[in-house]
């Protein structure tokens, strides 16, 4: 099946500065990349994805790249602030109903 | 949030004893999910459902079972609970978005003390 490994599993950033959070996959076939952020105490959330089609994906001060040669998709946020201090999962499907995460990188903005 | 409740929110248990957990969606979504989160492990899926009466086995579904007699409930159960069980249990629900694709979506969670 499908391995997605996420780095870093920790990152810590000044406020207004940026943060990138990197995914490698396993399974060529997989063409859809969601992300999650996971505050304390609550579900994840679905904050932006990206389809197989489509290299990056913008959403105000959140971004995703994705390179499909290489199997790797990142998470960008850009001007940073304490609330975007969680926890963020990547994932990778096939498109179907299977959807497999990484381990999940802590970010923490310190104001 | 999709519609989707999780009970109880918190649960201590001792080993040995049966523990249902309840999903239950209010959006009629044909696909259900049951995941445990542990440190260093991300979502590990338990089990899934397609539709009622219809489940299969994720990677860490041993110890588990699952049952689904109406479209709205999903019901996780561990039959005799183990220290190994520790963990925080998330119901999901998938959705499609037009497309082959499907966006899936979380509920607030289960926090399950084994002791």
Same mark, same amino acid.
């Given at each position: 099946?499908?391995?997605?490994?996420?780095?870093?599993?920790?990152?810590?950033?000044?406020?207004?500065?940026?943060?990138?959070?990197?995914?490698?996959?396993?399974?060529?076939?997989?063409?859809?990349?969601?992300?999650?952020?996971?505050?304390?105490?609550?579900?994840?959330?679905?904050?932006?994805?990206?389809?197989?089609?489509?290299?990056?994906?913008?959403?105000?001060?959140?971004?995703?790249?994705?390179?499909?040669?290489?199997?790797?998709?990142?998470?960008?946020?850009?001007?940073?602030?304490?609330?975007?201090?969680?926890?963020?999962?990547?994932?990778?499907?096939?498109?179907?109903?299977?959807?497999?995460?990484?381990?999940?990188?802590?970010?923490?903005?310190?104001? | 949030?999709?519609? %989707?409740?999780? +009970?109880?929110?918190? /649960?201590? $248990?001792?080993? =040995?004893?049966?523990?249902?957990?309840?999903?239950?969606?209010?959006?009629?979504?044909?696909?259900?999910?049951?995941?445990?989160?542990?440190?260093?492990?991300?979502?590990?899926? %338990?089990?899934? +459902?397609?539709?009622? /009466?219809? $489940?299969?086995? =994720?990677?860490?579904?041993?110890?588990?079972?699952?049952?689904?007699?109406?479209?709205?409930?999903?019901?996780?159960?561990?039959?005799?609970?183990?220290?190994?069980?520790?963990?925080?249990?998330?119901?999901?629900?998938?959705?499609? $978005?037009?497309?082959?694709?499907?966006?899936?979506?979380?509920?607030?969670?289960?926090?399950?003390?084994?002791?």
């Amino acid at each position: 099946g499908e391995n997605v490994e996420q780095h870093p599993s920790t990152l810590s950033v000044q406020e207004g500065d940026s943060a990138v959070i990197k995914c490698t996959y396993s399974d060529s076939a997989s063409n859809y990349f969601p992300w999650y952020k996971q505050e304390l105490g609550k579900g994840p959330q679905l904050i932006i994805d990206i389809r197989s089609n489509v290299g990056e994906k913008k959403d105000q001060r959140i971004a995703v790249t994705l390179n499909k040669t290489a199997k790797h998709f990142s998470l960008h946020i850009t001007e940073t602030q304490p609330e975007d201090s969680a926890v963020y999962f990547c994932a990778a499907s096939t498109g179907g109903n299977q959807f497999y995460f990484g381990t999940g990188t802590s970010l923490t903005v310190i104001p | 949030d999709a519609g %989707i409740t999780q +009970s109880p929110r918190h /649960k201590v $248990t001792e080993t =040995g004893t049966p523990v249902t957990l309840r999903c239950h969606q209010t959006e009629n979504h044909r696909y259900m999910y049951w995941y445990r989160q542990d440190p260093g492990h991300g979502l590990r899926l %338990i089990h899934y +459902s397609y539709g009622v /009466k219809d $489940t299969d086995k =994720g990677e860490v579904s041993d110890g588990y079972s699952v049952s689904r007699s109406k479209t709205e409930d999903f019901l996780l159960t561990l039959e005799s609970a183990t220290s190994s069980q520790t963990s925080v249990y998330f119901c999901a629900i998938s959705e499609p $978005t037009g497309s082959y694709y499907y966006e899936q979506y979380f509920g607030p969670g289960t926090r399950l003390t084994v002791t």
